[in-house]
């Protein structure tokens, strides 16, 4: 679902701020209306996306409380490709340039 990268273009967009599906939409022109619902749809069923009715609107904002869980998952592997850059970054710093 986050491998997506619309679906992460889409939070990108909402963690600016509350939008409706058609701001979106203008936000993010290589998409039309129905793609960026069906993307919505996914990332409320996920619970990444929180939605409210005003009148006849549907506004949509993000909910990180799920990336919190993401981001413990990821910070497991995070001090081995720390540790990996690292090593690059002293072999390339230490390579001959001809």
């Given amino acids: 679902m986050l491998a997506d990268p619309t679906r992460r273009a889409v939070l990108d967009l909402l ?11 203008q936000a993010a022109p290589a998409l039309t209306q129905p793609a960026v619902s069906r993307h919505l749809r996914v990332l409320r069923d996920a619970g990444l996306v929180r939605v409210r009715v005003d009148g006849q609107r549907r506004v949509y904002r993000l909910d990180p409380a799920p990336l919190t869980e993401v981001d413990a998952w990821v910070d497991r592997y995070r001090p081995r490709w720390t540790s990996a850059l690292g090593r690059l970054a002293t072999h390339l710093s230490t390579e001959d340039p001809a």
């Fill in 15 to 25: 963690a600016d701020g509350e939008r409706t599906a058609g701001d979106l939409a």
